[in-house]
């Protein structure tokens, strides 16, 4: 596989000024199975508890798995906004508390395979989108694949969610080598799920930043931790997000952290947001 990929999203450094455009973030994992849906499925409830108008983007080209966890039924993908047969709106779910959900984003991982008409399409999508939010969500694959990386690309802040298992870490840095090499230019903070107390999630985060620093020569940020908690997984099974069937649970109270991290973190001045990367894509007439 090539692990330098040409970005479909453009270039960071074209800037449109849109003061009220959303905080673009990607939850991503360089392997599966370290819960990244649930945590992208929490954190934006815990958003939105917060009184932020948030939108979760399933950017997972084969697997959808939000609808899924939200016990949701999606009517139209946004495989049917791309042919035009229905504006971007109709296709919105609306989750718990608000939360809106692009369902089921395949398509987008061959945006450049689409045409002009379907590239200003998906252009004008996302940027009413990006208008309409606080926050715009991406949940990515896991791995290292070419639409992966494209999507984090595109992105001014990923949160790279990893486990203590000791193959998370070796794939997480796996992905946060391919990321180096095609010069993301965003910033990479780490989240240590299902971590057994907040001193082991740290031990876990600094034995894997200080293999990045020196090996990669990059410097990742803590973001936080959540909790190894029972509720997680009878929520899971439920189909019902932890922080709403159980919000006094220990993992529940780390969403809660998180979400007030996230906004703290993003309480600076944004960077371009994904309609601009793909605007830089698309052809002047």
């Keep these: 596989m090539q692990h330098t990929v040409t970005s479909l999203f453009g270039n960071s450094e074209q800037q449109r000024p849109q003061p009220t455009r959303a905080r673009v973030i990607a939850i ?19 958003l939105a508890r917060q009184g932020k108008r948030v939108c979760i983007f399933d950017a997972d080209t084969g697997l959808a798995n939000i609808n899924i966890l939200l016990g949701l ?14 504006p971007l709106e109709d296709i919105l779910m609306e989750g718990p508390r608000g939360v809106r959900i692009v369902p089921g984003a395949s398509g987008i991982a061959e945006y450049a395979d689409l045409d002009r008409h379907r590239q200003q399409t998906l252009l004008n999508g996302l940027r009413r989108i990006e208008d309409q939010f606080d926050y715009l969500l991406i949940d990515t694959a896991a791995g290292i694949s070419d639409a992966v990386i494209q999507f984090v690309l595109a992105t001014e802040l990923a949160i790279l969610v990893v486990s203590p298992d000791p193959t998370s870490l070796t794939d997480s840095f796996a992905l946060t080598r391919v990321l180096k090499r095609n010069e993301y230019a965003g910033r990479i903070e780490v989240l240590v799920n299902m971590a057994e107390s907040q001193d082991a999630a740290q031990r876990v985060y600094q034995r894997f930043s200080q293999a990045v620093s020196k090996y990669l020569q990059l410097d990742l940020k803590w973001f936080g931790y959540v909790s190894a908690d029972r509720a997680v997984v009878s929520a899971i099974r439920l189909q019902h997000p932890v922080v709403l069937m159980q919000p006094d649970a220990p993992a529940s109270q780390c969403f809660e952290r998180l979400a007030t991290r996230l906004q703290e973190t993003c309480a600076t001045e944004s960077g371009p947001g994904m309609s601009e990367f793909l605007r830089s894509q698309v052809p002047e007439t």
Excluded at 28 to 46: E, H, Q
Excluded at 74 to 82: G, N, S, W
Aim: overall charge negative; cysteine-free.
């Design 28 to 46: 991503t994992s360089g392997k599966g199975g370290v819960g990244k849906t649930n945590i992208t499925t929490n954190l934006a409830i815990s």
């Design 73 to 86: 039924t999606p009517q139209h993908t946004l495989e049917d906004f791309l042919e035009g047969s229905l």
